[in-house]
């Protein structure tokens, strides 16, 4: 009888241990104003709720991080309940504040919430006053001209390897593996792929860049267009992850800081001339229609969209997400030598939404994505349905 005992408690044990193993758990976070903008002196209220399956969670710690920008941390716990908990803050200069959550066990152990999911939000306070912090230098002109003047001594000299693509395209897309000669040490790298019987003078181009890491370019398939993928770093494609994961431990480790002190030994001055030369090459391509160029990129890759679009004035349309390469502020906080570039560019290029534009599109506009339009006289290409 006592065994049957101890087997039940077991089994129930078990199946109560699986049952809390099959939730999933994700954070719900929110605004008290849907826009999630503010004013300067005005409460934010961050607002979250543990759930579970979907179901609010009562009685879970969640520890959270605070961060205003240009502010101070502050760090914290709340307890989840029925009803959202809510944090508050407020900002009195320009800027961004955002807090996010852990939650945890009864032992302080980690609780996993759903892989993608959101674990935080963010609000803006009075965005369109944000200005740039730095001031150009007075011979910024100058030194870039002696650059791009390197670079255009150099021959392109491309070399362009078959590459496979992927089984549902073979016989739509045709890929290569390219190398393009350039100032700075390093070539450009990165994946071309295109429609198969891609005509003279016939497709745009698509000029990608990657976000901070080390990693091989990408083969990105478009419709309707010709993809030129670029690596960061002019180090070569497909090779196994751990050929990226010693290079990141090793000779770029910490590559973001070197030479930050002097602007021509500064790693980021590569990085840029590699960022102008894939440019160059692009405009090599026989199918391109000599007209319609977009360069486009997320954080490290949206910094150095703005470049390829401010030094190069070559691109019809800059997409860039989240650039990693620009910090405009208010108040006096030097920005990263990384940022001065990019957001010296775009304070000469950028454009304020129009004003009868709606607060909530103001709002995706700062926070997620940018964009600009360098001024030349080049056709502006509609992006829709590249990307």
Partial sequence: ????????????????????????????????????????????????????????????????????????????????????????????????????????????????????????????????????????PADFDTFWAQQRAALDAIPLNPRLEPSPVSKDREGKFVAFDVKVDCAGGMPVSGYLVMPVGARPKSLPVVVSYHGAGV????????????????????????????????????????????????RDQFYFKGMYLRVMRALDFAKSLPEWNGRDLVVIGGSQGGGQAIVAAGLRSASDLVRFRRAGAQRPRRHPRQAPPQCRLAETLCSRERRRPHPRECPRRQNRRVLRQRQFRPPHPLRELSVHGLH
């Fill in 215 to 262: 990693r091989s370019a990408n083969k990105g398939y478009r419709d309707n267009a010709i993809n030129f993928d670029v690596n960061a770093h002019g180090i070569d494609n497909g090779q196994p992850a751990e050929f990226y994961s010693t290079l990141a431990d090793n000779e770029l480790k910490g590559y973001a800081h070197r030479g930050k002190n002097d």
């Fill in 1 to 136: 009888m006592m065994h049957q005992l101890r087997l039940v408690s077991v089994v129930t044990a078990l199946l109560a241990t699986l049952s809390l193993q099959a939730q999933v758990y994700t954070i719900k976070a929110t605004t008290d104003k849907p826009e999630a903008i503010y004013c300067k002196g005005e409460t934010i209220q961050f607002a979250v709720q543990f759930l579970a399956d979907g179901q609010p969670q009562a009685g879970t710690t969640l520890k959270y991080s605070l961060r205003r920008d240009g502010h101070e941390t502050t760090s914290g716990e709340v307890v989840s309940a029925a009803e959202p908990t809510v944090i508050s803050t407020s900002l009195d200069t320009p800027g961004w504040a955002y807090v996010m959550f852990t939650p945890v066990d009864k032992e302080g152990k980690r609780i996993a919430i759903k892989e993608k999911s959101s674990a935080g939000v963010g609000a803006m306070v009075d965005p369109l006053e944000l200005t740039y912090a730095g001031n150009c």
